[in-house]
């Protein structure tokens, strides 16, 4: 008799949650005698923040899976964003997590986020053989794979299930195991955030939301907020990440209250697009995260983008996980024309040794000059010998003690 099939959903946010359930309700997934959504929270302290597991617009989500459980307690006192198994641990926690999730002798499939963060290796490495399908809800799914994956974890990827955020473009995201990459409908995406809607109070209708940053070290909320007030917005919704404390607030706060701008939180931790079904919201205001790519592409909502020229100067290394998402918002909003140049030079430079095919198409897209500086740094492009680097007789210079003290002799003439 053949065994039964489990399907294991790997979610680390409501959003993710949304996403999976879309590509469930649009028959992009084999049928499972039992899905499974398993909870991930990765934030930094996620004792800081409410369980958004548990929030009421959440409920309908979980009516799709037969069991919801927790990485955070499996693994625990380990946090999920840096803890991954030992080798000769794998076998041992396979029949630990078999017996506790009540998986028996079931085939397990995998579905996940990005496949190269900390729980989706795990769980990869932990159910070996398992085929995995991997549901990619950002812009930074459009870039290369992140990160160094095993090729026994890639080469059993079925599919990239991804929305398409930027028409034209095809995500390279495990472009290099050949893994197709499929879109999930906007009518199933948004029919399954529309469910959530149902959860969302308090929120006025047609008013300027702000789209919070992950992290609050860096992120330009105030400025976010200023933006919004700049365009005639006297009433404005922050919608905090999920993964972030309620603390974070506090700056979006004061420079409302300095503006004199009405400034609501939510007091429902949802999915930012349950707040484009509930309230329509007049603009969108953002940096470069996934909400911002589906207010414009899946709801035809106005954006401004904020802060991407500022975080681009400062990112390094240079293949940061975060480029490929700043620049492909810079380029929509500046309403670049090759797209897909641009994409395969992105590829190309942040991971050279991954996609080395790309190469000729990327020097035909610097050489045509149609880009930004910040996007692609001389000294990448030197480094790999681009059109827009120093010309490779001359790349000695910047690393010459000569040339550098005659540069700063020139400079103190000139002042």
Known sequence: ???????????????????????????????????????????????????????????????????????????????????????????????????????????????????????????????????????????????????????????????????????????????????????????????????????????????????????????PHAEMVRTAAGRGHSHVVFAPHPACPSRHTADPRTEAERLGVDLTVPDTPVPVEALYEASRPALVVGRASAALFTASALYGLPVARVGTEGLLDRLTPYHHPQRVALVLAEAVRDGAVDLPGLLSTLAFTVRPQVHPALRTDAERYLAAGAWDRRWFPRRRLTALGLPGGVPRQLAFLPRSRVARRVVRRARAMKG
């Open 1 to 219: 008799m053949k065994a039964a099939r489990t399907q294991i959903f790997c979610a680390t946010s409501p959003s993710a949650v949304v996403l999976m359930a879309a590509a469930i309700e649009a028959g992009l997934l084999p049928d499972a005698g039992r899905r499974v959504l398993l909870v991930c929270d990765d934030a930094p302290v996620p004792e800081a923040a409410p369980p958004w597991d548990e929030v009421p617009g959440f409920l309908r989500l979980r009516a799709r899976f037969d069991a919801v459980l927790s990485w955070n307690e499996a693994i625990r006192p380990f946090h999920p964003a840096a803890w991954t198994p030992r080798t000769e641990d794998v076998p041992l926690l396979e029949r630990h997590l078999r017996r506790l999730w009540r998986l028996g002798d079931d085939r397990v499939e995998l579905i996940l986020g990005a496949p190269d963060t900390p729980p989706a290796q795990a769980l990869a490495r932990v159910f070996t053989g398992a085929p995995l399908h991997v549901c990619a809800g950002g812009p930074a799914g459009y870039g290369p794979t992140r990160g160094k994956l095993d090729p026994l974890v890639g080469t059993r990827v079925r599919q990239v299930l991804h929305l398409d955020l930027i028409p034209g473009l095809t995500p390279l995201l495990l472009a290099e195991f050949g893994v197709p990459a499929r879109v999930i409908p906007t009518d199933a995406y948004r029919a399954v955030a529309g469910e959530v809607a149902s959860a969302v109070t308090g929120v006025p209708e047609g008013a300027a939301l702000v789209v919070g940053e992950r992290s609050s070290t860096d992120a």
